[in-house]
DNA sequence: GTAGGGTTACTT
DNA sequence: AAGTAACCCTAC
């Protein structure tokens, strides 16, 4: 697929915010679908200027969620299903409540059945991971305590949970190119991958590159 | 504070 | 066995 191509031009190629335009045209021009807006603008991401906020005007993460959600996060104890890794519909009820009224509260464990001596053991929210992207791209990649402060101020999320999660999400979206995976990413994840992984893979190399100037 | 490898717990 | 996801550990 010229899909994956794109892709590929897109991690290892970008070197600069006029390249990765180009390349994000690339992939636009491959689809045909999904979001009706391109793009953050990245000029975020560009040198020292990161530690402002940017305003995005072409695209705006608030089409998705509401405004006065993002950043709003608290746990709910008792909650737990005690469980990582992929989770069947058969044990995940509460993720289908979660989505229904667009919960902001992800499930902990703590205390809960099955739980061993992990403090959180909370899968990430559909509204988590857009509050994540949001903040990554306003704030730029690594700067974890920064995003934590401004979008997960009331969140039990720490920023080193902003980072190990920015990972998988990264892992996510670089596997959705791959070929057929044994175990499917969970839904929610599945989701933020649909509507962000040009984004999040954009991001990427964009920090990748600057990585190795 | 952050990066990246490691561990644990789960599914297919 | 191999994959995903969340959290832990530790060097820098």
């Not at 892709?7 to 045909?32: A, D, I, T, W």
């Not at 975020?44 to 200027?49: F, I, S, T």
């Not at 006065?68 to 044990?91: E, Q």
């Amino acid at each position: 697929m010229e899909d994956e191509m794109d892709l590929e031009q897109l991690c290892s190629g970008p070197r600069n915010e006029k390249n990765l335009h180009e390349c994000l045209g690339g992939v636009f021009g491959g689809y045909s679908f999904q979001m009706e807006s391109p793009f953050h603008s990245l000029n975020v991401l560009d040198g020292e200027a990161a530690d402002e906020e940017t305003i995005i005007d072409d695209f705006d993460i608030k089409d998705y969620v509401d405004p006065s959600m993002l950043g709003c996060f608290f746990p709910s104890a008792g909650l737990g299903h005690g469980r990582r890794g992929p989770r069947r519909k058969s044990i995940s009820a509460r993720v289908e409540v979660g989505e229904l009224f667009g919960s902001q509260y992800p499930r902990t464990s703590g205390g809960g059945k099955g739980s061993r001596s992990r403090k959180n053991n909370d899968h990430w929210t559909k509204d988590e991971m857009i509050a994540l992207v949001d903040g990554v791209s306003r704030k730029g990649i690594g700067r974890w305590s920064k995003v934590k402060r401004v979008y997960f101020s009331t969140s039990i999320r720490t920023p080193v949970h902003l980072k190990d999660k920015w990972r998988n999400l990264v892992r996510a979206c670089k596997a959705k190119s791959a070929s057929k995976k044994k175990v499917k990413v969970q839904k929610a994840t599945e989701m933020i991958v649909q509507r962000f992984r040009r984004q999040i893979l954009a991001l990427e190399a964009m920090h990748l590159g600057k990585k190795k100037k």
